[in-house]
């Protein structure tokens, strides 16, 4: 099992370009979720999702778009990249569809909006 | 609003000693979950323990075991014997028995000094 894997490790954008951070995962997870990492910020979490074709906001939503059309895949788009959505972006997934069992994390991706 | 704090934000240990952390939460559940995770160096965010709130006995895993307060909400983490390779930032984290959002604390660094 590769577990979670996300795409790119890293990543630069200008303001206002527009990019997909790619999540899957081989475990048959019905729970996946995003979150942002920010210094002093710890983890927030962006969207989840209890399975394909079910998404919710988490604490943080504004300027990024998910969709499940599958149950391995969860992509997080960013719409019009803003500086502010510099951070290090980490997916994860787990096999209750509450979220109450452990969370597996992909290794993160660490974007710079210039 | 549910909220978990971590009022310890860096600490350090000999090697062989024990070392405590401190979590504390906010909620008006009663049905809950509770977890500690641990992010090295290497950013990969692991989980270390569990905690069912119904659950009176304290969750354990080898050198690492919480001390569950559900009357005063507070959840810390002892470490046992501490190893080099337990240099890492500790989270403390919440999901509510219906919310399906897990809730993060700030976070505490942890060094072990040889």
């Known amino acids: 099992n590769a577990g979670v894997t996300q795409t790119p490790k890293f990543q630069v954008l200008k303001t206002g370009q527009s990019m997909t951070l790619q999540c899957a995962q081989d475990?048959?997870?019905?729970?996946m979720s995003w979150y942002r990492q920010d210094p002093g910020m710890g983890l927030r979490l962006i969207h989840y999702s209890v399975g394909a074709g079910i998404t919710d906001q988490g604490e943080v939503p504004n300027g990024y778009n998910v969709s499940r059309s599958t149950t391995e895949d969860f992509p997080l788009r960013l719409l019009s990249a803003a500086p502010s959505q510099t951070s290090v972006y980490f997916c994860?997934?787990?096999?209750?569809?509450?979220?109450?069992?452990?969370?597996?994390f992909g290794p993160g991706t660490r974007l710079t909006v210039t | 609003a549910q909220t978990v704090t971590q009022s310890q934000p860096e600490m350090s240990v000999q090697e062989a000693e024990t070392v405590t952390l401190s979590c504390t939460y906010d909620?008006?559940?009663?049905?809950?979950?509770l977890f500690w995770y641990k992010q090295p160096p290497s950013r990969q965010m692991i989980l270390v323990i569990r905690q069912e709130a119904y659950k009176q006995q304290n969750a354990t895993e080898n050198r690492f075991s919480v001390n569950f307060q559900k009357a005063a909400k507070s959840f810390s983490l002892k470490i046992s014997d501490s190893q080099l390779g337990d240099t890492a930032m500790y989270f403390c984290a919440f999901i509510s028995g219906d919310n399906r959002k897990l809730i993060w604390g700030l976070g505490t660094s942890l060094a072990v000094n040889p």
């Open positions: 994860a997934s787990s096999y209750s569809p509450r979220g109450h069992y452990e969370q597996y």
């Open positions: 909620t008006s559940e009663s049905n809950y979950y």
């Open positions: 475990m048959n997870h019905e729970y």
